[in-house]
C-alpha cells in the first residue's frame, strides 16, 4: 500500500498549501465538534468546496468531530454526519463512542477514522474498533514501533495513522485536564488554552502573607515544566511503514502556511526519495521546539523541552509568490524584506532551495522603493527563476 502524507488545514488557504506542497489528504475541521475550536476552520459550504477541491485533483478529506461528547451534542451530531456523508467527505475523524453510534445511524457509508484520543495503545483496542466497522486507527503517540509492528500483525486490514512531525501534548494521547482546570477551557471539548506552555513558578510559604512567588528555574532560563518538544520523525519513516503505518500525519492546524509548507515540502521529498532525502537541516527552518523521537523506540525520559516555549526557525517568511512573467515575480509581502537582500525559494519543483538578490522592487507598474515594508503589500521583484503561483520566498537568518 501507498504510504499517505497527511498534511493539517486550519482554513482554506492553508488546505491549498498542503496540498501544492505535496500532501495526499487532509485533515480539516467544521465550526462544531473539533479539538481546535481557535483555528479559522470551515463553515459547511466550505466543506463542500474544500471536498470538490481536494478530489478534483486527486486528493483526500478527512473531517475532525473528535470532541467527548455530551447528550446535547448527539443530535447535532447526528445531522453532521448526514451532512458529512452527503458532502462526500472522504472520512470523519471521531474519538468518542456515542459519536460513533451517531455516525453509524445516521449514515450509510461515511467512513470513521478513531482518534488518537480515543487512546488506541494495544491490539485488542484496535481490532475492537476494527469490528465495529472503523477503516483507520489513529494510534496514541505513546507507541513504540514494535508496539505499532504488533498491532498491525493482530489487525492486518485496519488502516494506521501515526504522528511524524508537530507539537506533542504533555498528556496521554491527549487527554488534558489542565486547560480546564486553569482556565476553565476545556481542551476534550476543542478549546485547550496551551497551559502546558507555560513558564510555571512556586509560591514561597514561610508563614508570612508577603512572601511572593518565586521563579522555578532550570539552567536559568525558567521552568517549563510540561512543555513537551516537537516530535521529528523524518530519519525514520522507512521504519514506521515497516512497522505497517499507512498514513504519516503532521500535526498543526493552527500554525501558518509557512511552517506547513515547509514541513510538507520536506516530508514529501523524503517520501519520493524512498525515504534516502535527508531532510533533518531543512526541517530547522520553521519554528520548532526541540525535537524528539518521543516513544518510537522504546521508554523515553527526555521528552521535556525545560529551555523555552518555542524555539525560532532558521529562516524568515518573507512572501508568496502569486505570478510570474517576463523575469519578474508578483509577491505578497509577509515579512519585511529590502533591496539588497538574499532570499531563497521554498517550493515543491527543481526551483527549491535555489537563491537570488533583490536588485529591483516595484509596487504596481513603475512606483520604485528600496524597503518592502507594507504587510500583504504586493510587490514586483525581478528573478532569475521561473517561479510558480504558492511558492514561497524566505530568507536565512
Not at 465495529?132 to 504488533?150: H, M
Not at 507555560?198 to 502573607?209: A, E, L, M, Q, V
Not at 525559494?345 to 516595484?362: C, D
Request: hydrophobic letters at 35%.
Amino acid at each position: 500500500m501507498k504510504v499517505e502524507l497527511l498534511a493539517p488545514a486550519g482554513n482554506f488557504e492553508k488546505l491549498k498549501t498542503a496540498f501544492y506542497f505535496g500532501a495526499d489528504a487532509a485533515y480539516v475541521g467544521g465550526k462544531d465538534f473539533s479539538l481546535r475550536s481557535f483555528a479559522d476552520n470551515f463553515t459547511r459550504g466550505e466543506l463542500e468546496e474544500a471536498v470538490k477541491y481536494a478530489h478534483g485533483i486527486g486528493k483526500k478529506i478527512y473531517v475532525t468531530a473528535n470532541i467527548f461528547a455530551k447528550n446535547k451534542d448527539l443530535p447535532l451530531l447526528e445531522d453532521y454526519f448526514a451532512f458529512l456523508e452527503s458532502a462526500g467527505a472522504d472520512a470523519a475523524i471521531v474519538s468518542d463512542s456515542g459519536a460513533v453510534y451517531a455516525a453509524k445511524k445516521s449514515t450509510k457509508k461515511l467512513q470513521l477514522h478513531i482518534s488518537t484520543q480515543a487512546n488506541l495503545t494495544n491490539k485488542y483496542a484496535v481490532k475492537f474498533w476494527y469490528e465495529q466497522g472503523a477503516s483507520r486507527a489513529v494510534l496514541a503517540r505513546e507507541l513504540s514501533l514494535d508496539e505499532i509492528a504488533e498491532i498491525h500483525a493482530c489487525v492486518p486490514d485496519m488502516e494506521l495513522e501515526a504522528f511524524v512531525h508537530g507539537a506533542m501534548c504533555i498528556s496521554y494521547s491527549g487527554r488534558c485536564l489542565l486547560s480546564d482546570y486553569l482556565a476553565h477551557r476545556p481542551s476534550n471539548r476543542g478549546e485547550c488554552v496551551q497551559a502546558c506552555r507555560w513558564n510555571y513558578s512556586i509560591r514561597k510559604n514561610d508563614g508570612h502573607s508577603d512572601s511572593g512567588w518565586l521563579d522555578l528555574q532550570e539552567d536559568g532560563h525558567g521552568a517549563y515544566v510540561l512543555n513537551s518538544k516537537d516530535l521529528n520523525m523524518s530519519a525514520h519513516l522507512e521504519d514506521m511503514a515497516r512497522a505497517g503505518v499507512c498514513s504519516f500525519k503532521i500535526e498543526g492546524r493552527m500554525k501558518s502556511e509557512y511552517y506547513l509548507a515547509t514541513v510538507i515540502n520536506a516530508y514529501r521529498r523524503c517520501i519520493d526519495s524512498g525515504y534516502g532525502e535527508t531532510v533533518g537541516r531543512e526541517l530547522l527552518t520553521a519554528a520548532h521546539r526541540d525535537y524528539t523521537t518521543a516513544y518510537a523506540f522504546g521508554e523515553n525520559a527526555q521528552t521535556v523541552n525545560y529551555s523555552d516555549s518555542q524555539a525560532k526557525g532558521d529562516c524568515e517568511y518573507i512572501a508568496n509568490v502569486l505570478d510570474c512573467n517576463d523575469g519578474f515575480i508578483t509577491v505578497e509581502m509577509r515579512g519585511r524584506f529590502k533591496v539588497g537582500d538574499e532570499l531563497e525559494v521554498l517550493s515543491p519543483s527543481e526551483n527549491f532551495a535555489k537563491r537570488f538578490v533583490v536588485e529591483l522592487a516595484y509596487i504596481g507598474a513603475d512606483e520604485q522603493v528600496s524597503d518592502c515594508k507594507l504587510v500583504q503589500q504586493k510587490y514586483r521583484i525581478p528573478c532569475p527563476y521561473k517561479l510558480d503561483k504558492g511558492d514561497i520566498l524566505r530568507r536565512r537568518k
